[in-house]
């Protein structure tokens, strides 16, 4: 069983691993409200229909995001990612997929 397992992730794994070119975040905070937002972008992979960004907090907490672009943003991440970091998987047609991209520290963007 486990040989056919792996025999069958060796057929599915087939596409290129992305890199991730730059991961960074931005936080304002003022008296009455805080505003967070994350940016990834990363290298398109051939054949690829979607991908899966990972984003995993300090704390060991993760939450994964799918998009058909080669660059994520979004709004709805909350405090905590202070030492966050974040990796990329490209998915195709067929169950097809890619490696993880390797953890990036995502950066806090300042002024």
């Keep these: 069983a486990i040989s ?4 069958n992730w060796i057929e599915k794994c087939i596409l290129g ?19 967070i937002y994350a940016t990834v972008k990363w ?21 994964e995001y799918d998009t058909t672009y080669t660059a994520f943003y979004s709004t709805n991440i909350a405090n905590g990612m202070d030492g966050a970091t974040v990796r990329v998987r490209a998915y195709g047609d067929n169950d097809t997929f890619g490696c993880w991209s390797d953890d990036t520290n995502i950066v806090r963007f300042g002024y």
């Design 4 to 7: 056919n397992a792996a025999k």
């Design 17 to 35: 691993t992305p890199t991730v070119e730059y991961a960074s975040y931005y936080k304002s905070q003022s008296r009455y409200f805080s505003y």
């Design 43 to 63: 290298s398109k992979v051939e054949n690829a229909t979607y991908y899966k960004v990972r984003i995993t907090k300090a704390d060991g907490t993760w939450k």
